[in-house]
């Protein structure tokens, strides 16, 4: 079936809050959506630190943008807990210095580099290409790598690029990978999203946003995609003994906000800046909720959830949306068909 970006099917959609039977899947463990700013003063003050000693000898992980920020210390952390590393990042050269770092810390790391370019589905198909052949197994999934806050750009296949990279891009790798992830069961699949999404909002009619692009308003609606996508691959994952977690990792002082002194304005970029370096968590300690997603032995049964602090919590009403879901799913599924 093809859906056209200009069909008339994908209209704005009015959210609404329904308990339907497919809900009751996904229970929800906070009587409230989370509140930005006390997920915020909670994480500064309080942040958990993932306390599961598992030990990961003889799984195989693969981690999108682990060369740097909470990537780079989730790669460190999965390491040193015995797991074949892989390190997926499109500046290869600074996966080696990644690896050099780890090697430092870790005696006899595993950690391969294998350069990827989620702005491109034929960097993403030779990434797969290469993981298939060469891998039996994929235990962990681990999709961290994003752009943020970026000037209008588009990826090779020409979509938005935060909505291209943070999602779509991720989504095909997770497509092209996923009969492998089910062969390797217990796997999990992880998405990086953040609460930012609850300012988020999807118009299928203007994926691109050439109506009216601004790059914090392309984020935010990458980031809900993330936890849309997270929620649908675990209804269609279930009994399969993959399971799915997405997760806020809290403010990171990281470069994933170097855009925004262009994107926005220069003063922006600058108190942008000076507040990160003073308020924001470190990536060790942004890390922890995606360490513990992908180790911590009492989520083996739980799927589909969002986490921040290694705790679960409520995304916002519009990322528990189980037909906004599935009809990001139907449009992804058209967007990356040219590369199946």
Same mark, same amino acid.
């Given at each position: ?9 994908f209209v704005e959609i009015e959210l609404e ?6 809900? +009751? ?130 990826? #090779? +296949?020409?979509? +938005? ?17 996923? #009969? ?20 988020g909002h999807i118009d299928f009619n203007d ?56 994107? !926005? ?30 180790? #911590? +032995? ?12 290694? !705790? ?29």
């Amino acid at each position: 079936m093809e859906y056209p970006l200009t069909d008339s099917k994908f209209v704005e959609i009015e959210l609404e809050e329904e308990n339907t039977k497919e809900q +009751e899947i996904y229970p929800l463990r906070t009587r409230r959506p989370a509140l930005g700013c006390f997920v915020y003063f909670r994480g500064f003050l309080f942040g958990r630190k993932c306390q599961s000693d598992a030990r990961l000898t003889g799984k195989t992980v693969i981690i999108t943008g682990g060369n740097t920020g909470i990537g780079k210390e989730t790669a460190l952390d999965l390491a040193s807990r015995g797991a074949k590393v892989i390190i997926a990042c499109r500046d290869v050269q600074k996966g080696y210095e990644a690896v050099n770092d780890i090697s430092e810390k870790v005696q006899k790391p595993n950690v391969v580099v294998k350069r990827l370019d989620l702005a491109s589905f034929a960097s993403i198909k030779s990434f797969a290409q290469d993981v298939l052949e060469n891998e039996p197994h994929i235990h962990v999934l681990i999709n961290n790598a994003g752009v943020a806050a970026c000037p209008q750009s588009f990826t #090779e +296949e020409g979509y +938005e690029m935060q909505f291209g990279v943070n999602h779509l891009g991720h989504f095909l790798l997770t497509h092209l990978l996923l #009969e492998r992830i089910k062969a390797s069961v217990p796997a999990r699949i992880i998405n990086v999203s953040s609460i930012a999404h609850i300012y988020g909002h999807i118009d299928f009619n203007d994926i691109n946003l050439n109506s009216n692009y601004r790059p914090i308003r392309a984020y935010c609606r990458s980031k809900l995609a993330n936890i849309l996508f997270t929620r649908e691959l675990a209804k269609r994952l279930k009994g399969t003994g993959v399971t799915t977690y997405c997760l806020h990792p809290g403010a990171i002082y990281t470069g994933l906000g170097q855009h925004l002194g262009t994107s !926005t304005n220069k003063f922006i970029g600058r108190l942008y800046e000076a507040c990160s370096r003073l308020l924001f968590k470190s990536p060790l300690k942004g890390a922890q909720t995606t360490i513990h997603c992908a180790v #911590e +032995e009492q989520l083996a049964n739980e799927s589909g959830y969002y986490y921040c602090d290694c !705790t679960v919590i409520n995304p916002s009403s519009k990322a528990q949306d189980d037909s906004l879901a599935r009809q990001l799913w139907d449009v992804s599924e058209y967007l990356i068909a040219q590369a199946l």
